[in-house]
């Protein structure tokens, strides 16, 4: 364990270069990457460009950011039949423990329609339970009892807190999956999906009427500051006008407590929960641009 918290935290000075210390400092916004290991990961993604394209179509049609291709890349540099000395198998090295809990049998996992759309029901659900990417790809590598107890740990379920108590491999695994980030020009996405997810906003007061919720055509989620509104109404494909007749008053609860109610119609919100990861990547996207 010892060897594992000093290798950590030699590994951490890394982090520190492009994450700071700790939440809020601002992130730099880059990785130092060798030639050679750039060259090498540009390398396995342009060999394995059809798979990449199956991949990357895959995450978007299940409201995924593309970025994840490179999970797989660092996972098994897209060879769907290596097995690690962990027994790990296939594309997405998933463990035969791991893959029964998904419905995916043993031998599946080396067949890369099976096993892409399982990682997409993993991805999921660690996203709903870490809300930030770079501790999805820390559980994915060493599972969420891991990550718990590295959590309990530190006191904190911040990564660049918790991180010294993972394992040293993992630790390395999140770093190389910043360097492929880095290498694919995504790394902002990264950086600002983790510094959201540190947000903490002002409690809603609890005496405070919604009137919206006595129309029952209407169903409703909770967004907050990440999302763009605009960016809200043109995946969906409806009016900004008609946006802000349903949500009146939702921008002055974006400014004030940093989270709001969002209103659609009961029609429209399945749709929007299905695109909800590609409105929120192209939010950030649009905010990293206008900077």
């Given at each position: 364990m010892m060897f594992n918290v000093a290798y950590g935290l030699l590994l951490g000075f890394f982090f520190s270069l492009f994450c700071g210390k700790a939440y809020p400092q601002e992130f730099p916004g880059v990785v130092k990457v060798s030639k050679e290991r750039k060259q090498a990961y540009q390398a396995l993604l342009l060999q394995n460009k059809t798979v990449v394209a199956f991949i990357e179509?895959?995450?978007?049609?299940?409201?995924?950011?593309?970025?994840?291709?490179?999970?797989?890349?660092?996972?098994?540099?897209?060879?769907?039949?290596?097995?690690?000395?962990?027994?790990?198998?296939?594309?997405?090295?998933?463990?035969?423990?791991?893959?029964?809990?998904?419905?995916?049998?043993?031998?599946?996992?080396?067949?890369?329609?099976?096993?892409?759309?399982?990682?997409?029901?993993?991805?999921?659900?660690?996203?709903?339970?870490?809300?930030?990417?770079?501790?999805?790809?820390?559980?994915?590598?060493?599972?969420?009892?891991?990550?718990?107890?590295?959590?309990?740990?530190?006191?904190?379920?911040?990564?660049?807190?918790?991180?010294?108590?993972?394992?040293?491999?993992?630790?390395?695994?999140?770093?190389?999956?910043?360097?492929?980030?880095?290498?694919?020009?995504?790394?902002?996405?990264?950086?600002?999906?983790?510094?959201?997810?540190?947000?903490?906003?002002?409690?809603?007061?609890?005496?405070?009427?919604?009137?919206?919720?006595?129309?029952?055509?209407?169903?409703?989620?909770?967004?907050?500051t990440a999302y763009n509104l605009n960016i809200i109404a043109k995946e969906m494909h409806i009016t900004r006008a008609d946006l802000d007749q349903w949500n009146p008053s939702i921008e002055n609860e974006l400014i004030k407590s940093g989270i709001a109610m969002l209103y659609l119609p009961i029609d429209k919100m399945p749709d929007f929960l299905l695109l909800k990861n590609i409105i929120l990547n192209r939010s950030l996207q649009t905010s990293v641009d206008d900077d």
């Open positions: 179509n895959t995450l978007l049609q299940n409201g995924l950011p593309k970025v994840l291709r490179n999970l797989s890349l660092i996972e098994s540099g897209f060879n769907k039949n290596i097995v690690s000395s962990a027994r790990a198998g296939g594309m997405w090295q998933f463990m035969e423990a791991h893959a029964a809990r998904y419905g995916l049998k043993s031998e599946d996992r080396f067949d890369v329609y099976h096993s892409t759309l399982t990682a997409m029901k993993s991805l999921k659900n660690l996203y709903a339970k870490y809300k930030n990417w770079l501790s999805v790809v820390a559980a994915y590598n060493c599972g969420e009892g891991n990550i718990k107890k590295a959590m309990d740990k530190a006191k904190s379920d911040r990564y660049e807190k918790f991180y010294v108590y993972l394992p040293a491999e993992t630790i390395h695994h999140v770093h190389k999956f910043m360097e492929v980030c880095s290498v694919t020009h995504e790394l902002d996405f990264i950086i600002t999906d983790y510094k959201i997810s540190g947000f903490k906003p002002n409690p809603k007061p609890e005496n405070k009427p919604d009137k919206q919720k006595k129309n029952p055509a209407l169903a409703s989620t909770e967004i907050n």
